[in-house]
């Protein structure tokens, strides 16, 4: 059963992913897609118009639909590991200060230097430094550690909002400051080939690595006595797999800001469905995960003129069913 919800999943993700394609603010139809493309793989000299359809294949539509899948199999992911490491079903990607300092990264970029890589790089370096202070309160509690991470999350994520906050009043009104709230409510919109070129690679990795070891996983979500008893090492392992899933979650953010919810909820949803042997769990959530933003991303950028922020949306859309897996969980007992 659960291979076949893993299976009409991906086969869920393959459609959307066709049927989105020609969608946007400037349609296409898939005829004309396809047309344009099997001249260009055939060899042959496609016109103007043809031109401009490849264009928008390659340079626009492609990269953020890949992005947006990217970003939704990561968040999605590294939610239901954090989950599983601290044995909390309330845990989000957010929790050990990645998302609070990326955003101040972010911001230092933009206040300070203006350039949309540098601010991609100092994103990623702020959300190595919010783990790392996290886990350096973990080191001062190793008869707790677990405890101390979340403490350590908590005010990590607190130092680095207040440092985002500063930068936010510093910020000039008219041009840097609405750049900077702009990409703290989550957006796609910058993505680009180049960007996939170098982040996708990795954030594949990490993804893989991490669902090959669902086993694994099941034994650490047991507790450290039990994983222990089955023959895993849980301190040293457990730190490879939030790094792994600090590393995803890093790279979501340089790709589209701060997306929230996605963490959460869908790994609360696909529990529902599959359950919770992380064997089956994590290839399901990634699938999930990617469709439910590829899906939220398309409805953002083509039914206004004006292009909301995906974080809005998929906050929107996430809460009713974060609602709806507790009251199932409640009724379960």
Same mark, same amino acid.
């Given at each position: 059963?659960?291979r076949?919800?893993? *299976?009409?999943?991906?086969a869920?993700?393959?459609?959307?992913t066709?049927?989105?394609?020609?969608?946007?603010r400037?349609?296409?139809t898939?005829?004309?897609?396809?047309?344009a493309l *099997?001249?260009w793989?055939?060899?042959?000299?496609?016109?103007a118009?043809?031109?401009?359809?490849?264009? /928008?294949?390659?340079?626009?539509?492609l990269p953020r639909?890949?992005?947006a899948?990217l970003?939704g199999?990561?968040?999605?992911?590294?939610?239901a590991?954090?989950q599983n490491?601290f044995?909390?079903p309330?845990?989000?990607?957010?929790?050990?200060g990645?998302?609070?300092? @990326?955003?101040?990264?972010?911001?230092?970029g933009i206040v300070?230097?203006?350039?949309?890589?540098?601010?991609?790089?100092?994103a990623?370096l *702020?959300?190595?430094?919010g783990?790392?202070?996290?886990?350096?309160f973990?080191s001062?509690?190793?008869?707790?550690?677990?405890l @101390?991470?979340?403490?350590?999350?908590?005010v990590?994520s607190?130092?680095?909002?207040?440092?985002?906050?500063?930068?936010k009043? /510093?910020a000039?009104?008219t041009r840097?400051?609405?750049e900077?709230?702009y990409?703290?409510?989550?957006?796609l919109?910058?993505?680009?080939a180049?960007?996939?070129?170098?982040?996708?690679?990795?954030?594949?990795?990490?993804?893989?690595?991490l669902?090959?070891?669902?086993k694994t996983?099941?034994?650490l979500?047991?507790?450290?006595?039990?994983a222990?008893?089955?023959g895993?090492?849980?301190?040293?392992?457990?730190?490879k797999?939030i790094?792994?899933?600090?590393?995803?979650?890093?790279?979501?953010?340089i790709?589209a800001?701060?997306?929230?919810?996605?963490?959460?909820?869908?790994?609360?949803v696909?529990?529902l469905?599959?359950?919770p042997d992380?064997?089956t769990?994590l290839?399901?959530?990634?699938?999930g995960g990617?469709l439910?933003?590829?899906?939220?991303?398309?409805?953002?950028?083509s039914?206004?003129t004006?292009?909301?922020?995906?974080?809005?949306?998929t906050?929107?859309?996430?809460?009713p069913?974060f609602?709806?897996? /507790?009251?199932h969980?409640?009724?379960?007992?």
């Amino acid at each position: 059963m659960n291979r076949k919800v893993i *299976g009409l999943m991906a086969a869920l993700l393959l459609a959307a992913t066709v049927l989105v394609l020609p969608v946007g603010r400037f349609p296409v139809t898939v005829g004309d897609m396809a047309e344009a493309l *099997g001249l260009w793989l055939g060899g042959g000299e496609p016109d103007a118009r043809q031109e401009q359809i490849l264009f /928008l294949f390659f340079q626009v539509r492609l990269p953020r639909i890949l992005a947006a899948m990217l970003v939704g199999a990561s968040l999605s992911v590294s939610g239901a590991v954090y989950q599983n490491m601290f044995l909390n079903p309330l845990v989000s990607p957010g929790i050990l200060g990645v998302l609070a300092g @990326a955003s101040c990264g972010a911001a230092v970029g933009i206040v300070i230097f203006s350039s949309w890589p540098v601010t991609q790089a100092l994103a990623f370096l *702020g959300g190595l430094m919010g783990v790392g202070l996290s886990l350096f309160f973990s080191s001062l509690y190793p008869k707790a550690r677990t405890l @101390a991470l979340l403490v350590g999350g908590l005010v990590s994520s607190s130092f680095f909002t207040a440092i985002t906050s500063i930068f936010k009043y /510093l910020a000039d009104p008219t041009r840097q400051l609405p750049e900077l709230v702009y990409w703290l409510m989550g957006t796609l919109s910058r993505s680009d080939a180049g960007q996939l070129a170098w982040i996708s690679p990795l954030m594949l990795l990490g993804l893989t690595y991490l669902a090959l070891n669902g086993k694994t996983l099941n034994a650490l979500s047991q507790g450290d006595e039990e994983a222990q008893a089955l023959g895993v090492e849980s301190g040293r392992t457990r730190l490879k797999f939030i790094g792994a899933a600090t590393l995803i979650c890093s790279l979501a953010v340089i790709l589209a800001g701060i997306i929230n919810w996605v963490g959460l909820v869908i790994p609360h949803v696909l529990r529902l469905m599959v359950g919770p042997d992380n064997r089956t769990l994590l290839p399901a959530t990634a699938l999930g995960g990617a469709l439910f933003v590829l899906l939220t991303d398309t409805l953002v950028r083509s039914i206004w003129t004006v292009e909301f922020p995906l974080g809005i949306f998929t906050s929107l859309i996430c809460m009713p069913l974060f609602a709806y897996s /507790l009251w199932h969980d409640w009724r379960r007992g």
